[in-house]
T-cell receptor, first 118, second 115 residues
Framework: NAGVTQTPKFQVLKTGQSMTLQCAQD?????MSWYRQDPGMGLRLIHY???????DQGEVPNGYNVSRSTTEDFPLRLLSAAPSQTSVYFC?????????????????FGPGTRLLVL | AQSVAQPEDQVNVAEGNPLTVKCTYS??????LFWYVQYPNRGLQFLLK??????LVKGSYGFEAEFNKSQTSFHLKKPSALVSDSALYFC?????????????FGKGTKLSVIP
């Protein structure tokens, strides 16, 4: 398994440009999410999806769109980039199951995309 | 709403000494609790988690954490710190049960292990 992959690793945008951050997982996880990491702020949830065709907003959704047409892919779109969106973006996938009545949870993060908006 | 507090922005410890990184949480119902480590310019690596069962959870690289429900804490510990443990540590929480996957993270604690 490749786990969670993200592309690109690094991107520079000008204010007003749009772009899509790609995220893919090959573990057949139902749940996927996007976080942004800013100094002193920890990670904050942008959008998440509990399955193909289902998405919802997290804590900081403004300026971002997502879609989930397949289980594997969960792209994050910046519609009109702003300097405030300069950050490191992490995609994650997870799955909760019950094994012999005991909950088990697996969760993986991608390597991140470092975005600079000028 | 759920929340996580990591009261120390930075923790300094001498190599070979025990280390503790503190975490307290607030969540409705029973919590699922996680610790992650992040090395410079890298992604998050999973260290350990508490889902259910024993309050003392053992994880990767010799780390462990104790779930204390009455104090709503989940402090990360290691008996003997290594210089290579120097990194940024994040505690995270989410409510237990299906359909509640959204993690809330603390702001992180920078651990520096001094040779």
């Amino acid at each position: 398994n490749a786990g969670v992959t993200q592309t690109p690793k690094f991107q520079v945008l000008k204010t007003g440009q749009s772009m899509t951050l790609q995220c893919a997982q090959d573990m057949n996880h139902e749940y996927m999410s996007w976080y942004r990491q800013d100094p002193g702020m920890g990670l904050r949830l942008i959008h998440y999806s509990v399955g193909a065709g289902i998405t919802d907003q997290g804590e900081v959704p403004n300026g971002y769109n997502v879609s989930r047409s397949t289980t594997e892919d969960f792209p994050l779109r910046l519609l009109s980039a702003a300097p405030s969106q300069t950050s490191v973006y992490f995609c994650a996938s997870s799955q909760s199951t019950l094994r012999q009545g005991t909950p088990k949870e697996t969760q993986y993060f991608g390597p991140g995309t470092r975005l600079l908006v000028l | 709403a759920q929340s996580v507090a990591q009261p120390e922005d930075q923790v300094n410890v001498a190599e070979g000494n025990p280390l503790t990184v503190k975490c307290t949480y607030s969540v409705s119902g029973n919590p699922y609790l996680f610790w992650y480590v992040q090395y410079p310019n890298r992604g998050l690596q999973f260290l350990l988690k508490y889902i259910t069962g024993d309050n003392l959870v053992k994880g990767s690289y010799g780390f462990e954490a104790e779930f204390n429900k009455s104090q709503t804490s989940f402090h990360l510990k290691k008996p003997s710190a290594l210089v290579s443990d120097s990194a940024l540590y994040f505690c995270a929480v989410r409510p237990s049960g299906a359909g509640s996957y959204q993690l809330t993270f603390g702001k992180g604690t920078k651990l520096s292990v001094i040779p």
